[in-house]
């Protein structure tokens, strides 16, 4: 087995594994419930995106798509962002919107002590 | 068109076959394609099976930029070229650079915006700011 077949069949490999988490990713996207769920899922997209980049350019010999990968990089990075401020803006999820008449007690997870007073000092300030 | 098409392929074939890559290196990139790709799978299947937003955070910001540095890495250790493997390792330190800023900016706003963690969690010691009209 020389270098050359080793090489082919571990870009092979790699190549199933990544379309196969960029399937799995693509299913969190459809079904996440919320859009913050989607947003992540975008993100990871991105990473796997980089990843496969840099396995054609192990199995081309284009040296070039690695320069490709870092510019997709860049501009996940910024969507996240851009996508995250506007999270900030909207302000609401599918999760405050639900009816009041159940009590969110039980669902919700217990807040520690130090949140607790923290929330209080805020509301005094305000 | 096609004699340039033509040419890219020439180009191709030359830089592939006239490669003296050695049989440890191809090991090694061989070791790091497998590992990384199969870090970028575990990533995906949390992102998928984890019960909560903050919970799959961790997954697709650990695993996930660690998967497609190691592929990053193995990309620029295949190319036998300093500045192109100098090149590789940079834009694995900006992966590891801005993987937890992203990850804490969405989840900051998830949270602001009133995402709750799943009831299996102990504590959530962020305080809410905007609360909403019956909380």
Redesign the interface.
């Known amino acids: 087995m020389s270098a050359n077949d080793l090489l082919q069949s571990a870009t092979g490999f790699s190549l199933v594994v990544l379309s196969l988490s960029l399937v799995l990713t693509v299913v969190r996207i459809v079904r996440g419930p919320s859009l913050a769920d989607r947003v992540l899922g975008l993100d990871m997209l991105v990473a796997i995106a980089i990843g496969f980049i840099a396995v054609i350019a192990v199995r081309t010999g284009f040296n070039l798509y690695i320069d490709i990968a870092i510019a997709l990089g860049l501009v996940g990075f910024l969507a996240t962002v851009a996508f995250a401020r506007f999270i900030l803006m909207r302000g609401t999820s599918p999760q405050r919107l639900e009816p009041a008449a159940t009590p969110p007690g039980p669902r919700m997870a217990k807040r520690g002590k130090a949140g607790q007073a923290a929330r209080r000092r805020r509301r005094g300030d305000r | 068109m096609g004699r340039e098409s033509l040419a890219v392929e020439s180009f ?1 074939m030359e ?2 076959a006239s ?1 003296p ?3 440890g ?3 090694v ?2 070791v790091l ?2 590992l ?3 870090f ?2 575990l ?3 949390g ?2 099976r984890f019960p909560d ?1 903050y919970t ?2 961790h997954a ?2 650990k695993a ?2 660690v ?2 540095g190691l ?2 890495i ?3 250790l ?2 036998l ?1 300093g500045a ?1 493997l100098l ?2 390792l ?2 694995f330190f ?2 590891l650079l ?2 937890p ?3 804490h ?2 989840a ?3 949270h ?8 299996i ?10 609360v ?4």
């Open positions: 191709a830089s592939l490669e890559l050695g049989m290196l191809a090991v990139v061989a394609l497998v990384g790709s199969l970028s799978l990533a995906a299947v992102l998928l937003l799959r955070m697709a910001s996930g930029s998967g497609s592929l990053l193995a990309a620029g295949h190319a070229d192109i090149r590789a940079a834009g900006f992966i801005t993987a800023i992203s990850a900016l969405l900051k706003a998830a602001h915006a009133g995402q709750r963690l799943h009831p969690s102990v504590t959530d010691q962020m305080p809410r700011e905007r909403g009209p019956k909380d």
